[in-house]
């Protein structure tokens, strides 16, 4: 059969299209290339379906990101306004299920694998997917749901206790991260071959290099895709194979680098490089997100998950032992060879030399030779939780309430404060004139009595300040006694209520006190009149004709004309 007659057929048959093309891309890329290389070509190559293949990439490349954003939207949650479009994936179960977890790293797995096998033997796709900005929803996806996987496996006691599922689920998200950062790296291997390609035209290498940069920046904006991504492909190689065939700004390209080397994700992986375990595995296996990567397990927890694991482990090596022994000795039960390994401290060597030379400890001759192990009564199923992460220290609010293990510690610190009381140090009473309890208290006069007293002044004590009984001299008789009772009582009833008079009043109080006491000595005598200083106008005569001019001044002015002509015609008269 030639290839044309059969490539022919299979496609009016409807054998063959791009999911089987890839699928079989997918099975035979690494064992048989050729292969594959062939199918390729007989599907790629037909120019009679060349708008059918585009279909079927294009549905393809949607397909893809509907998976990505549904896979994000189950593990992270939908937005508001988003659109779930169904897929081959139950929705996330309420308890935790590991066997879903596996079927959402299998399914992501296999998605990117399918597009890179896509992208890897037939180039005209990668265009396409540059249209739809598939490049630039990779590392975000590839952060958010890993991240959240990761958070999910965290400390579950399901990981311990199915360790096959958990192995499988840890070896699948290791593979499906590198299938993502393959991905990419086919982006950034299209825009060094379009660099090199056009050489000759600056106009189409500026975009390229535009592009480029811009696969950088949004790999920056995601750090631990951006560091795993710079172990695989080394991004300083990368810039200078673009420096040396385009004209790129070095300055951008170093900001890349600088930005990477500032990255804490970047710092461990070189810590990972300087122990030799730089390889794609072991750096996938070091993900985690930041606040799960600096938390620090107490050895407690530590010890308890290493007995778990160890004690599963013995188990599985003792069994492995009793087969071990009982191909070569069918006819021994399992419990004999159990009881044998036991004397023998498990050395499967010296048990089979015993039992051949008939050479047994004596106590295991008292033991039947096809005794059968009876394994322990398994446990009781334990009833589904909704809650099955860690466990809270209490089981109801009343015991939380109740809780007095800390009543002793807050006691103990109360008793010690209370030594250092300082009660008297801020004490708001602004005047303690009256408290006989506050200790040095100001004396209103230090010089004993009998001797001559000085002036003092006492900041405690401001009647003469406040009290408005003190204003003037002249309401004081000669014995000293206030000649208005009614205004010094209110004096002192203000001076005794008002915590803190006003300052401006307290100082017009004692300026006008002060100009009561200290009349000026000579006053001038304000003049009436403007004019010389002799005379001044103020004799009898003059004052005399100034009051009769201001008796008999008119309460009008004689001059407006409308109303004397008006006064004129009322009287009979002919106006001027």
């Given at each position: 059969?030639?290839?044309?007659?059969?490539?022919?057929?299979?496609?009016?048959?409807?054998?063959?299209?791009?999911?089987?093309?890839?699928?079989?891309?997918?099975?035979?890329?690494?064992?048989n290339?050729?292969?594959?290389?062939?199918?390729?070509?007989?599907?790629?190559?037909?120019?009679?379906?060349?708008?059918?293949?585009?279909?079927?990439?294009?549905?393809t490349?949607?397909?893809?990101?509907?998976?990505?954003?549904?896979?994000?939207?189950?593990?992270?949650?939908?937005?508001?306004?988003?659109?779930?479009?169904?897929?081959?994936?139950?929705?996330?179960?309420?308890?935790?299920?590991?066997?879903?977890?596996?079927?959402?790293?299998?399914?992501?797995?296999?998605?990117?694998?399918?597009?890179?096998?896509?992208?890897?033997?037939?180039?005209?796709?990668?265009?396409?997917?540059?249209?739809?900005?598939?490049p630039?929803?990779?590392?975000?996806?590839?952060?958010?749901?890993?991240?959240?996987?990761?958070?999910?496996?965290?400390?579950?006691d399901e990981?311990?206790?199915?360790?096959?599922l958990?192995?499988?689920?840890?070896?699948?998200?290791?593979?499906?991260?590198?299938?993502?950062?393959?991905?990419?790296?086919f982006?950034?291997?299209?825009?060094?071959?379009?660099?090199?390609?056009?050489?000759s035209?600056?106009?189409?290498?500026?975009?390229?290099?535009?592009?480029?940069?811009?696969?950088?920046n949004?790999?920056?904006?995601?750090?631990?895709?951006?560091?795993?991504?710079?172990?695989?492909?080394?991004?300083?190689?990368?810039?200078?194979?673009?420096?040396?065939?385009?004209?790129?700004?070095?300055?951008?390209?170093?900001?890349?680098?600088?930005?990477?080397?500032?990255?804490?994700?970047?710092?461990?992986?070189?810590?990972?490089?300087?122990?030799?375990?730089?390889?794609?595995?072991?750096?996938?296996k070091?993900?985690?997100?930041?606040?799960?990567?600096?938390?620090?397990?107490?050895?407690?927890?530590?010890?308890?998950?290493?007995?778990?694991?160890?004690?599963?482990?013995?188990?599985?090596?003792?069994?492995?032992?009793?087969?071990?022994?009982?191909?070569?000795?069918?006819?021994?039960?399992?419990?004999?060879?159990?009881?044998?390994?036991?004397?023998?401290?498990?050395?499967?060597?010296?048990?089979?030399?015993?039992?051949?030379?008939?050479?047994l400890?004596?106590?295991?001759?008292?033991?039947?030779?096809?005794?059968?192990?009876?394994?322990?009564?398994?446990?009781?199923?334990?009833?589904?939780?909704?809650?099955?992460?860690?466990?809270?220290?209490?089981d109801?609010?009343?015991?939380?309430?109740?809780?007095?293990?800390?009543?002793?510690?807050?006691?103990?610190?109360?008793?010690?404060?209370?030594q250092?009381?300082?009660?008297?140090?801020?004490?708001?009473?602004?005047?303690?004139?009256?408290?006989?309890?506050?200790?040095?208290?100001?004396?209103?006069?230090?010089?004993?009595?009998?001797?001559?007293?000085l002036?003092?002044?006492?900041?405690?004590?401001?009647?003469?300040?406040?009290?408005t009984?003190?204003?003037?001299?002249?309401e004081?008789?000669?014995?000293?006694?206030?000649?208005?009772?009614?205004?010094?009582?209110?004096?002192?009833?203000?001076?005794?209520?008002?915590?803190?008079?006003?300052?401006?009043?307290?100082?017009?109080?004692?300026?006008?006190?002060?100009?009561?006491?200290?009349?000026p000595?000579?006053?001038?005598?304000?003049?009436?009149?403007?004019?010389?200083?002799?005379?001044?106008?103020?004799?009898?005569?003059?004052?005399?004709?100034?009051?009769?001019?201001?008796?008999?001044?008119?309460s009008?002015?004689?001059?407006?004309?409308?109303?004397?002509?008006?006064?004129?015609?009322?009287?009979?008269?002919?106006?001027?």
């Open positions: 059969m030639a290839p044309d007659f059969g490539m022919k057929k299979l496609l009016e048959k409807k054998l063959i299209n791009l999911p089987i093309v890839t699928t079989l891309g997918t099975l035979y890329k690494k064992s290339l050729d292969f594959v290389n062939r199918v390729m070509l007989l599907y790629f190559d037909d120019t009679s379906q060349l708008d059918f293949q585009f279909k079927e990439v294009e549905q490349i949607n397909q893809t990101l509907i998976a990505l954003d549904t896979i994000s939207g189950y593990l992270c949650g939908f937005k508001r306004d988003a659109v779930i479009v169904p897929i081959n994936l139950k929705p996330r179960p309420p308890v935790f299920n590991l066997e879903w977890v596996y079927s959402v790293v299998n399914y992501l797995l296999n998605t990117m694998h399918f597009l890179n096998v896509m992208l890897e033997f037939y180039k005209p796709s990668i265009e396409m997917c540059l249209e739809k900005d598939v630039f929803r990779l590392p975000s996806a590839y952060v958010n749901n890993y991240r959240e996987l990761y958070e999910m496996l965290d400390d579950r990981v311990i206790i199915q360790p096959e958990s192995e499988m689920i840890f070896d699948e998200i290791n593979l499906g991260r590198a299938e993502f950062v393959d991905t990419y790296h982006f950034v291997t299209h825009c060094l071959d379009k660099a090199l390609k056009y050489m035209d600056d106009k189409l290498q500026d975009q390229i290099v535009e592009m480029y940069l811009k696969l950088m949004t790999a920056l904006d995601e750090e631990y895709f951006i560091c795993d991504y710079d172990v695989e492909y080394n991004i300083a190689s990368q810039n200078e194979m673009f420096e040396s065939c385009t004209s790129v700004d070095k300055t951008r390209t170093q900001f890349i680098l600088d930005c990477l080397l500032k990255c804490r994700r970047h710092k461990t992986l070189e810590k990972l490089a300087r122990l030799k375990r730089d390889t794609i595995e072991s750096v996938f070091k993900f985690k997100p930041p606040e799960i990567e600096n938390e620090v397990e107490t050895p407690a927890a530590i010890a308890s998950k290493q007995a778990a694991i160890s004690e599963k482990n013995r188990e599985q090596e003792v069994e492995k032992m009793i087969k071990e022994i009982m191909e070569m000795f069918p006819h021994l039960g399992d419990g004999f060879v159990l009881a044998c390994l036991e004397a023998y401290d498990y050395n499967v060597a010296e048990v089979t030399n015993a039992i051949l030379e008939q050479n400890q004596v106590q295991l001759y008292d033991i039947p030779f096809d005794q059968i192990r009876i394994p322990p009564d398994p446990l009781a199923n334990k009833p589904m939780v909704a809650y099955t992460g860690k466990k809270p220290d209490y109801d609010a009343l015991k939380l309430l109740n809780d007095k293990k800390d009543m002793e510690r807050i006691k103990t610190f109360v008793l010690d404060g209370i250092y009381s300082n009660d008297y140090l801020y004490d708001d009473e602004y005047d303690d004139r009256d408290f006989e309890h506050v200790p040095m208290k100001v004396a209103d006069n230090p010089i004993e009595e009998g001797e001559p007293s002036p003092t002044f006492n900041p405690n004590r401001e009647e003469l300040a406040s009290d009984s003190y204003t003037s001299e002249d004081y008789d000669d014995q000293g006694k206030p000649v208005n009772k009614d205004t010094a009582a209110a004096g002192d009833n203000r001076s005794k209520m008002n915590f803190c008079e006003d300052p401006a009043v307290l100082r017009e109080r004692r300026e006008q006190r002060f100009r009561s006491k200290h009349p000595k000579n006053p001038q005598q304000k003049a009436n009149v403007v004019g010389k200083p002799k005379g001044q106008g103020q004799d009898k005569n003059t004052q005399k004709a100034r009051d009769k001019k201001e008796t008999n001044k008119s009008r002015a004689n001059h407006n004309r409308k109303s004397g002509a008006s006064w004129k015609r009322s009287r009979g008269m002919i106006p001027s």
